[in-house]
């Protein structure tokens, strides 16, 4: 399918092109680029004009550039601009014009991706759904979302985060959505904010980019919610919450096993239950705001529910596996990676749905243990040190066995935890890798989990090659 051609790029963006192309998809980095792209020469770590040429090699059909790079050939296709950031973001506002889809735009401190993802599942069963590619919902992730969306498709699910106030409101009116839903607050980047409350106030900022009858969606339980349900009645859209508390979209219970969570919610005189499997708590409350967009969308909800069920956490944001230490003896133990990110409210969760696991008895009698190893959680601001050791006062952390610490901020948790609990606490996630034998025993259930640059995936990455095998049947 043709995406893009240098006639119509050249329109949105106001570039020149000397040749005709036509593109297929849209790319900004040589390792994933596919034949048929077009290439985004963006200036980021790296300045994106030095990979035109190894692009255009990879087979992609044009380059989108400010200037003709050294070792491009002249008659190379080019699609040049006066600056490659702002001809992206018009290149997305051209595609959101051009597409037919209902918009969904979510954002929250917690759980943007994971939620992404579930309305991917959930719409798909409705129609052809477009999503933002992995964490893509910063200044250029939310316009490269967009240029790439097909113009029949029928949704589209777009992610919105931020680092600094006044991120949000601009690419929100960049998405235009018809639903805009806000996951959750907590502490997360506190140190551009300072205060929960204008963190608040900058993820209530996506209900600005609404379109007209629109809805809004945002959690009604938190001590912040008055701050969103202002922000979603002053945008002039249909207001729907979500949680306990909801008369709209109101969690009746949750239960879970080892093996799965079961939502049961209420919306109307309707009673809903959803099955996710592997997930925490954490999850639920995101499945619940999904069945809030369903409804806002008005699709058939025993259908949303269904579809909810097939969605599993990914790497790094809860996968749960087993790893066999010894395939002929049954001896495992059960790997939990949720390390791509981590705040006060993510970090919580996840240690309440380890507590709630049952580790494996062994054939030698022997119970198996909880484990968390825990990284830095970041951009905290002035709070970090009584952030991390308030960690310690997490209730469910009483369930939780020995808990290892990684990098300097954990210092502070390490410090405060009972010696029966504390474990290893070391400088660096490489110095924990090392020792990954050390750390765990068949029956063991273990939770890694850490700020995505404090580098604990290494540690999972090490966990994971412990793994000698499927069991033989």
Same mark, same amino acid.
């Given at each position: ?23 297929? !998809?849209?790319?900004? =980095?040589?390792?994933? @680029?596919?034949?048929? +792209?077009?290439?985004? /020469? &963006? *200036? $980021? ?25 050294? !070792?491009?050939?002249? =008659?190379?296709?080019? @699609?040049?601009?006066? +600056?490659?950031?702002? /001809? &992206? *973001? $018009? ?383």
């Amino acid at each position: 399918m043709t995406l893009w051609t240098a006639a119509d790029a050249a329109r949105a963006t106001g570039g020149h092109s000397a040749c005709d192309w036509q593109a297929t !998809g849209i790319s900004i =980095d040589t390792r994933s @680029l596919q034949p048929g +792209d077009l290439f985004i /020469a &963006l *200036t $980021a770590a790296r300045d994106g004009h030095d990979f035109v040429a190894q692009a255009l090699e990879k087979g992609a059909t044009a380059a989108l550039v400010s200037y003709r790079p050294e !070792g491009v050939a002249e =008659d190379a296709p080019l @699609l040049v601009v006066p +600056d490659v950031m702002q /001809a &992206l *973001t $018009a290149l997305g506002a051209a595609g959101r014009a051009r597409a037919k889809a209902r918009v969904v735009a979510v954002t929250g401190s917690v759980g943007k991706t994971s939620t992404k993802e579930m309305l991917r599942e959930m719409l798909a069963e409705f129609g052809v759904t477009h999503a933002a590619e992995a964490s893509f919902n910063n200044h250029w992730g939310v316009p490269i979302t967009l240029a790439r969306l097909d113009p029949a498709a029928d949704f589209a699910v777009v992610e919105i985060g931020m680092n600094h106030p006044g991120e949000i409101a601009p690419l929100a009116c960049l998405a235009r959505p018809h639903v805009a839903m806000i996951t959750t607050i907590a502490p997360a980047h506190l140190e551009a904010f300072g205060a929960i409350e204008g963190i608040a106030h900058e993820k209530a900022s996506i209900f600005k980019g609404l379109e007209p009858d629109a809805h809004a969606i945002y959690p009604c339980d938190l001590p912040t919610s008055p701050i969103l349900a202002d922000a979603a009645q002053s945008s002039g859209a249909t207001c729907l919450s979500f949680g306990a508390g909801s008369e709209q979209v109101r969690l009746h219970d949750m239960t879970r096993t080892d093996a799965a969570l079961v939502l049961r919610a209420q919306i109307g005189q309707m009673r809903l239950a959803v099955r996710l499997v592997d997930a925490g708590a954490h999850f639920g409350m995101n499945a619940l705001g999904c069945l809030a967009v369903a409804q806002a969308l008005d699709l058939d909800l025993p259908r949303a529910a269904l579809a909810l069920g097939r969605w599993q956490p990914p790497a790094g944001r809860g996968l749960r596996q087993a790893i066999h230490l010894d395939p002929v003896e049954g001896a495992e133990f059960t790997l939990i990676d949720d390390a791509f990110n981590a705040n006060p409210a993510s970090l919580e969760a996840a240690i309440e749905m380890l507590s709630q696991l049952t580790p494996g008895d062994t054939q030698t009698g022997r119970m198996g243990r909880r484990i968390a190893i825990l990284g830095d959680m970041l951009e905290l601001g002035a709070q970090e040190q009584a952030l991390h050791a308030a960690v310690a006062d997490y209730p469910a952390l009483a369930q939780v066995d020995i808990v290892h610490c990684v990098g300097p901020r954990m210092a502070a948790l390490h410090d405060a935890l009972p010696p029966p609990q504390r474990g290893y606490h070391v400088k660096g996630a490489d110095d924990l890798a090392e020792m990954a034998h050390q750390l765990v025993a068949p029956g063991d259930i273990v939770l890694v989990k850490g700020s995505k640059s404090s580098f604990v995936s290494r540690v999972v990455d090490r966990l994971r090659h412990l793994d000698t095998g499927q069991p033989q049947v």
